[in-house]
């Protein structure tokens, strides 16, 4: 049978990435005074530096209250420092400190209409006609310090001075157990990463800080409440994880993400910031004993967390019955993936309810991702425990009859693509804002 053209670049990209396990690569591993880890791959093959950093902490990280946090920070880290992002460093770090207060005053208002709402005096408390007169004058006098604040930044600067050092790719994305922050830099410029990293890491200023809940609001409503089988996904998600905290998507409850207070996000970063939970990455053309003694000059004069990170120590029971989600999602099919049926097929394949079964079982995104429906039997183990005490996400789980009778003619099952792997840009597809930001 001949191969779609749609389909012959993935079997490509698969070949060519085949032979890389078998290479030996000479990996420089050093930990800094206060506990920070440096890998480092020499590459002399052109003067530039992929650079990074990783935060070992994720959304399994949080807890009732305030998921979405860690993803939080994939956009509080752009922010900026005492001395990158403002005019005025003191008027804005006065105008944090105001709208600390103000908002600590609007969370007492919402705390009265959550207990009317729990009391089914009200339907919703998001409602803005559910509003007190005095809810709506303190929401006005906010507005007015966010308006003043926005008059001091400096949009995107810590962007701007890495793309006139010659950066590319300035980005970071947010999984369940790990947050990374990525640049590309010409060799010459190692020490400017150097400075610049550990500046946000040292000196950070969380500015904006309650306006940014409304953009990733607004992101979680575009990534993942508006795509087809988002919310589905999310529920059956909730439903596969009773008491471990994947129970929830990488971007959070919208009640969460809405009141998140700055103080609970500077005791994150306190927490989970700190030297000691981070590792750096270096793969480029540069000399590691100096890039080694540039990291302990900068990045080691952050402080170590001596308290340590708390050790998620809920496991997850074994399911005592079976558990099953049947949902309707109706969509077009990806044109990759129609192309490939076509070709596989002879003939198209029209998606919607009563056309495309899978439609019911398979959650397709717009990536065309796939969440393979699965029967949770009362045998199913809850996952063991992973490295670093975490617990594994993936679950061998029996692939229901129905499911397999449903699947074209000579597809693959589970077992060759569960669909749970892929590129960061496909996963942030899945979970609403996981996968990598476009910056720039």
């Given amino acids: 049978m001949s191969i779609p053209i749609a389909c012959r670049g993935w079997l490509a990209a ?18 800094l005074s206060n506990g920070m880890r440096l890998v480092m791959v020499e590459r002399h093959d052109q003067p530039t530096i992929s650079l990074g950093w990783m935060a070992r902490v994720g959304s399994a990280d949080e807890r009732p209250g305030i998921t979405g946090m860690a993803h939080l920070f994939e956009h509080m880290m752009f922010k900026g420092t005492r001395t990158i ?19 600590a005053q609007i969370r007492q208002e919402m705390s009265i209409l959550r207990e009317r709402q ?25 507005e007015g310090l966010v308006q003043e604040q926005r008059g001091l930044v400096v949009k995107d600067e810590m962007d701007r001075i890495y793309t ?12 369940q157990d790990r947050t990374f922050y990525i640049v590309g830099l010409p060799s010459n410029k190692l020490e400017l990463w150097m400075w610049m990293e550990s500046d946000r890491l040292a000196n950070p200023v969380f500015r904006e800080f309650y306006s940014e809940r409304d953009v990733i609001l607004e992101e979680r409503r575009q990534t993942l409440e508006s795509r087809p089988g988002g919310v589905v996904g999310e529920a059956f998600n909730a439903m596969t994880w009773a008491a471990n905290t994947y129970h929830w998507e990488v971007i959070g409850w ?40 540039l990291a302990e000059r900068y990045f080691g004069r952050i402080p170590t967390n001596t308290k340590g990170v708390p050790e998620i120590i809920t496991l997850e029971p074994a399911q005592p019955a079976e558990q099953r989600m049947v949902a309707e999602v109706e969509t077009l099919l990806p044109g990759g993936v129609q192309d490939c049926l076509r070709g596989a097929q002879g003939r198209p394949r029209p998606a919607g309810p009563g056309r495309d079964p899978r439609w019911l079982l398979g959650l397709h995104g717009p990536s065309g991702r796939r969440r ?69």
């Fill in 14 to 31: 698969l070949l060519v990435a085949a032979p890389l396990g078998a290479q030996s690569i000479p990996v420089v591993e050093k930990t």
């Fill in 85 to 103: 992002g403002t005019k005025d460093a003191k008027r804005d770090a006065e105008l944090n400190d105001l709208q600390d207060k103000v908002q």
């Fill in 118 to 142: 729990r009391r089914g005096e009200i339907a919703d408390m998001m409602d803005p006609k559910a509003r007190t007169p005095r809810l709506q004058q303190l929401l006005k006098d906010f």
């Fill in 164 to 175: 006139q050092a010659g950066g590319t790719g300035l980005n970071a994305s947010t999984s």
């Fill in 254 to 293: 919208p009640s969460d993400i809405a009141q998140v207070t700055r103080e609970q996000a500077s005791t994150f970063f306190a927490t989970f910031y700190a030297p000691n939970n981070l590792t750096a990455v270096l793969v480029g053309d540069f000399d590691p004993a100096k890039a080694e003694a």
């Fill in 372 to 440: 393979w429906p699965r029967s949770l039997g009362p045998s199913e183990q809850g996952p063991g425990p992973g490295p670093e005490g975490r617990h594994q996400r993936q679950r061998q789980l029996p692939w229901p009859e129905a499911g397999r009778d449903l699947l074209p003619a000579g597809h693959a099952g589970p077992g060759q693509d569960s669909g749970r792997h892929g590129s960061p840009a496909a996963d942030g597809a899945r979970s609403g804002g996981q996968g990598w930001r476009h910056r720039g």
